[in-house]
């Protein structure tokens, strides 16, 4: 992954946490999202992986 790219992806996370509103159920999706760029992040799944997350299948 590139500087550029990891840059990217951390810029949208915060943007998605500064979205977050609190409520468990409002933020579901939301979470999802952050979730899985921080896993993309970290290398624990390839990026053209449909598959999230492979030790829980989301």
Do not use: A, Y
Not at 8 to 33: A, H, N, P
């Amino acid at each position: 992954m590139t500087t550029e790219q990891t840059t990217s992806l951390e810029k949208r996370i915060e943007e998605l946490k500064s979205s977050l509103t609190g409520d468990m159920f409002q933020d579901m999706d939301t979470r999802d999202q952050i979730h899985n760029l921080e896993m993309q992040l970290k290398g624990v799944k390839p990026m053209d992986s449909h598959i999230d997350c492979v030790g829980c299948g989301s």
